[in-house]
């Protein structure tokens, strides 16, 4: 129902910075929460930041270890939400995933669409 398409992943320097697009289609924007993920080789996919839309009022949340580094926003007129990485970290090596969640008390519901999946490579 719901289709993402991911782009911006690189290869870039410590230090550096990248911004990761993820262009949504197929149902309201609005109402989904969206959020992007990041999995490395050996790790546990996690959790980067999410970003959800009440009235006119986004709220964000981060994880611990890109705060104040990583800030996410979205266009809900462009059905896109954005990622942009700053003062990258080799530990920040990971496949990054956009993915857009929605859930229903009545009547029970659960949407969870998944991206790609962009490589973000942090090297010298």
């Known amino acids: 129902q719901v289709q993402l398409v991911e782009s911006g992943g690189g290869l870039v320097q410590p230090g550096g910075s990248l911004r990761l697009s993820c262009a949504t289609s197929?149902?309201?924007?609005?109402?989904?929460?969206m959020g992007w993920y990041r999995q490395a080789p050996g790790k546990q996919r996690e959790l980067v930041a999410t970003?959800?839309?009440?009235?006119?009022?986004?709220?964000?949340n981060y994880a611990d270890s890109v705060k104040g580094r990583f800030t996410i926003s979205r266009d809900n007129a462009k059905n896109t939400v954005y990622l942009q990485m700053n003062s990258l970290k080799p530990e920040d090596t990971a496949v990054y995933y956009c993915?857009?969640?929605?859930?229903?008390?009545?009547?029970?519901?659960?949407?969870?669409?998944w991206g790609q999946g962009t490589q973000v490579t942090v090297s010298s």
């Open positions: 970003i959800a839309t009440r009235g006119s009022t986004n709220y964000a």
């Open positions: 993915n857009a969640h929605r859930s229903t008390v009545v009547p029970p519901r659960e949407d969870n669409f």
């Open positions: 197929g149902s309201i924007f609005s109402l989904y929460v």
